[in-house]
């Protein structure tokens, strides 16, 4: 399973200065193009079952998680009852996953079976990063394989 981890500058070890260098001057003379926002969430990886339940797989498609077909929202709660603030994040995300799929579970099931999983990010203001965000929202990335 691919990592959908999309990487800040200082995180891309193999950039060289010149490559940052480069970067930064396309940047500054506007010559990139359009794209979409970075965002600076959590994210939440998930997976439909055949019943049409949410299930919390974690970041990526960790082994242990996808084994049992992913966690519930409680085992979720439970497994970060340590971090308050996450384990909250990550349980209104998934009940608001949770409602959207119960709109229409069909293609959440039939894209999930096989061992994939949705990759997703949620942004709430009590669990911001660096980007403070005045809603809260779960933006879905893709599908992983």
Known sequence: MSDPHILNLYEAYELSYDDLY??????????FEPSLEKLDGQNLTFTVD?????????????????KRGGLTIRETVDHFKDRVNVAEMFEAGLRALQGVVDMNPEPFIRVCHSNRCISSEVLTAPNANLIRYD???????GVID
């Open 22 to 31: 480069e970067i930064t001057t396309l940047a500054l003379s506007k010559g």
């Open 50 to 66: 055949e019943s049409g339940l949410v299930r919390f797989i974690g970041k990526g498609c960790p082994g242990w998680t996808v």
């Open 135 to 141: 809603k809260e929202y779960v933006c879905i990335h």
